[in-house]
């Protein structure tokens, strides 16, 4: 298979990016879309040309490290990570846009990589899970239902690889910061600070600079987990219960008239 990339090309976050075309041959369509970057790369690297800086490690769709817009979409065409989008998913001899993911929270390192760290600095804002050491506890001493476990596990397997923000009109960052309280805060050992958790991510994820849900539901979309975005409906559920308890703990002082 044959392509012509529209691939975009900027040093650093600090200079003007544009687009670069180039060309790419006799491509495996079993090959996936990193392989042919790869391809592309040794290539560059033989005619004595700069590389195109692009994410990936796993390779396996398990780690969220590939962060490619290809033809306007985030991954690429089949709600998977780019990893997993392979060149039969596109047509012999077709152009083929390849951007970063683009937010103002993940400035461009370079070319088609961009800085992530934002969205670690939101988990890091939730802190810590309580526990107790010493000897494993019962089993059964802490029951967890099969609905809430089911919830539980279905928002715990966000990747954290950025989709949601690069597909969302707004830069919102709220699928991925409600799939990480609703996995904490479901569970009875994300109790003890379930309500500090939620305000400080919620504010976290404000000084990033992301944006808000308007539900335009695009994150649940392109999000290659398949995660819905009632776990938005859950991140706003937890702030306002946070909000009140807040209120309720610090009590305005009286003033003396």
């Not at 040093?11 to 041959?25: I, L, M, P």
């Not at 969220?64 to 997993?84: A, D, E, R, Y």
């Not at 070319?111 to 019962?138: E, H, K």
């Not at 990747?159 to 409600?178: D, E, Q």
């Amino acid at each position: 298979m044959n392509f012509q990339l529209e691939i975009w090309r900027q040093d650093d976050r600090e200079s003007e990016g544009h687009f670069e075309t180039k060309h790419v041959s006799d491509v495996d369509p079993e090959a996936s879309f990193l392989e042919m970057l790869d391809t592309l790369n040794e290539d560059l690297v033989a005619k004595g040309g700069r590389t195109v800086a692009f994410d990936s490690d796993c390779r396996e769709g398990i780690c969220g490290m590939c962060s490619l817009v290809v033809n306007g979409i985030p991954h690429g065409p089949n709600q998977v990570t780019t990893c997993q989008t392979y060149m039969r998913d596109f047509d012999d001899g077709s152009t083929i846009y390849v951007e970063p993911f683009r937010n103002n929270a993940f400035p461009v390192v370079r070319d088609l990589a961009v800085d992530r760290s934002s969205l670690d600095r939101i988990i890091q804002a939730g802190g810590y899970i309580s526990v107790t050491t010493g000897p494993q506890p019962d089993p059964n001493s802490q029951p967890v239902t099969p609905e809430v476990h089911q919830t539980v596990m279905d928002a715990a397997i966000c990747i954290g690889c950025g989709a949601c923000v690069a597909a969302c009109p707004n830069g919102a960052a709220m699928l991925f910061t409600g799939a990480k309280l609703t996995h904490l805060n479901n569970l009875p050992q994300g109790q003890p600070e379930r309500d500090e958790r939620s305000r400080n991510m919620v504010l976290q994820m404000d000084e990033e600079g992301f944006g808000g849900c308007t539900n335009f539901g695009e994150c649940s979309r392109v999000c290659p987990q398949n995660i819905g975005i009632d776990v938005i409906g859950m991140l706003n559920r937890e702030y306002r219960r946070s909000s009140r308890t807040k209120k309720q703990t610090h009590p305005k002082k009286m003033v003396a008239q």
